[in-house]
């Protein structure tokens, strides 16, 4: 299987990424943990691709790409693209590079999550300044509500995660992301799954979508 999960922030990619993976078997490729790990690494397009981080700068798609090359390449088995493509040339030459390694997108499941429900997600999140650590006031609260349970530090809300900040993200994600979504609309292979439920009622839908999807592939 060889998937990738499209969604704005906040719609849970990650964590049902994760959960394919075990469920099926295959590799999370998240973009972010790809370009830190090959920096970490230092190999020689680790190295290229350093300068740009470093320098605060977006890695060009085209070091993006050789990158994914080399890391679908080496895999053995399937993978789930997450946090990938994110513009339409992204995803024009990611499809490309696929092709051409013979190893084409099986499935692209798009998650869409009710406005609300969103908002909601941003405004209970907090973290703890000292040591990082990421909770939530409805899904994940600490022990004693606004302090991290490790140190008892006061949680903070993250500056990203304001809601004037956020309103912003998630408008600069469907303007984007809405060419995306047609280029693979129209390509086929395409599913739309609500994560606007919880986590255990989303993981079911999402597992249930790709199992049928690949009964009948
Ligand atoms: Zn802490």
Do not use: W
Request: hydrophobic share 40%; with cysteine; net charge neutral.
């Amino acid at each position: 299987m060889r998937m990738a999960l499209l969604g704005p922030p906040g719609a849970g990619k990650g964590t049902q990424a994760s959960r394919i993976c075990q469920t099926f078997d295959l590799v999370h490729l998240s973009s972010g943990d790809i370009l830190r790990s090959e920096k970490m690494a230092g190999t020689p397009l680790g190295l290229r691709i350093r300068d740009f981080i470093d320098n605060g700068l977006l890695v060009p798609d085209h070091l993006m790409i050789e990158l994914m090359q080399e890391k679908i390449l080496g895999l053995a088995k399937g993978f789930v693209l997450d946090g990938y493509p994110r513009t339409l040339n992204q995803a024009q030459a990611l499809n490309r590079m696929l092709f051409e390694v013979h190893r084409p997108l099986m499935l692209v499941l798009n998650f869409v999550v009710d406005p609300e429900v969103l908002s909601r997600r941003f405004e209970g999140r907090r973290i703890c300044p000292e040591c990082l650590t990421a909770y939530h006031i409805d899904s994940m609260p600490p022990k004693v509500a606004g302090f991290c349970d490790l140190d008892g530090k006061a949680l903070i809300i993250r500056e990203d995660d304001l809601p004037d900040v956020v309103r912003k993200r998630i408008e600069t994600y469907q303007e984007t992301m809405a060419p995306v979504i047609a280029f693979y609309a129209q390509l086929g292979n395409f599913k739309t799954v609500n994560t606007s439920g919880s986590f255990k009622d989303v993981t079911r839908m999402v597992l249930d979508k790709i199992r049928r999807h690949f009964e009948d592939f």
